[in-house]
């Protein structure tokens, strides 16, 4: 691949403005009427659906390295379920992700660590990256797929569509909980391993980068935190490589493997491990 063109970062004060507004909008939960355990448990079941199924599951494993294969269906529900994480257009996670693993905690990375915690786990996100404009040659095997445009055009539109349901269901204190918190919670989990995977933790392989394993991360994550054994396996579907390292998006997948809905998984084998 050519080298990648960097320009300087500059504040996406839209980006800024939406951050700001979700961390004071997720302070609502404090007041008593916002909250019901019914709520609650809508805001569990969703971070489930968008973190584990949505973004773990869709769009890192499946989407972004094409660790496993899925019919078209099941695929395009894991793509919606990630959409609604609210973590930004499908294209752009893709296409960074890849940055990040290509060029990463070096120049080319979009959250490099070296540039400190505080860039790695959410200012890189409220700024132009400086490797935006390479976006569309990293995506290039979804660019043109209909159902990923229309998800990356209209995720704001399709979390507003869910908050509209939501109130339907159970009011304001479903949205408070499915939507703002649910959004916050979900949101600094996945920064969460851009950040203290690679800070915190343990390392199993030695690889050309500052990427750990964290356990916390992972209860947040469904298995994102065991950071290191993803660098060091790329295209594995497998985060996990010890009992001890629980990760539960590899569960799902190994299930869906016995029902026959994921074909051509992906793992690294007990040689390359050692």
Not at 166 to 173: D, H, K, S, T, V
Not at 208 to 226: H, I, K, M, Q, Y
Request: charged share 15%; proline share 3%; with cysteine.
């Amino acid at each position: 691949m050519n080298d990648i063109r960097l320009d300087a970062p500059r504040p996406r004060w839209n980006v800024i403005a939406f951050t700001l507004a979700l961390h004071l909008a997720a302070l609502l939960a404090f007041l008593p009427a916002n909250f019901s355990w019914s709520a609650v448990g809508a805001a569990v079941f969703l971070h489930c659906l968008t973190i584990g199924f949505g973004i773990s599951l869709g769009f890192h494993r499946l989407a972004t390295h094409r660790s496993f294969k899925v019919p078209k269906v099941l695929e395009y529900f894991f793509i919606l379920c990630g959409t609604l994480a609210g973590q930004g257009a499908v294209k752009g996670w893709v296409g960074y992700h890849r940055m990040h693993h290509l060029y990463s905690d070096r120049a080319g990375d979009p959250h490099d660590s070296t540039q400190g915690v505080w860039w790695s786990h959410i200012a890189w996100l409220m700024h132009t990256v400086p490797a935006r404009a390479e976006l569309p040659r990293f995506t290039k095997d979804i660019n043109h797929d209909p159902f990923y445009n229309f998800c990356h055009q209209h995720y704001i539109a399709l979390q507003i569509v869910l908050a509209v349901l939501l109130y339907a269901l159970g009011g304001m204190p479903f949205v408070v909980w499915g939507i703002f918190v649910r959004l916050f919670v979900g949101f600094h989990s996945t920064c969460f391993v851009n950040s203290a995977c690679h800070l915190l933790g343990y390392r199993s392989f030695e690889v050309n980068d500052r990427s750990t394993n964290c356990w916390w991360v992972a209860l947040l994550t469904f298995g994102e935190g065991w950071h290191n054994n993803h660098h060091a396996f790329q295209f594995s579907a497998q985060f996990g490589r010890h009992w001890w390292e629980v990760d539960l998006v590899w569960l799902t997948i190994r299930f869906l493997e016995k029902l026959g809905l994921a074909t051509e998984v992906k793992t690294a084998s007990v040689t390359q491990s050692n």
